[in-house]
């Protein structure tokens, strides 16, 4: 078991991004969840599912199967603590 299929696609905020890679021919887009929920039939939907069932955008692959990786766009600066 991986984070794909603990994690349902409505869990996800909407400032996350989700890098799709396809398995084929190696061709990666960026797409938000919202874009993601369009695509998809219920609204229910674990990340797993989703990685099997996309399909290439790049024209004439088709391929379906994809690796997931999530990208934050949030400012990622950590705590520094200490005294003046």
């Known amino acids: ?16 991004a989700i890098e799709a890679t396809c398995m084929k021919c190696l061709h990666t887009c960026l797409q ?10 219920h609204r229910d939907v674990i990340m797993a599912e989703i990685a099997r069932e996309l399909k290439c955008r790049r024209p004439h692959s088709g391929h379906c199967g994809a690796r997931l990786l999530l990208v934050r766009n949030e400012n990622a600066r950590g705590f520094v603590g200490g005294m003046p």
């Open 1 to 16: 078991m991986s984070w794909l299929d603990d994690m349902h696609l409505v869990d996800l905020d909407d400032s996350q």
């Open 32 to 41: 938000s969840p919202i874009q993601l929920l369009l695509k998809v039939n």
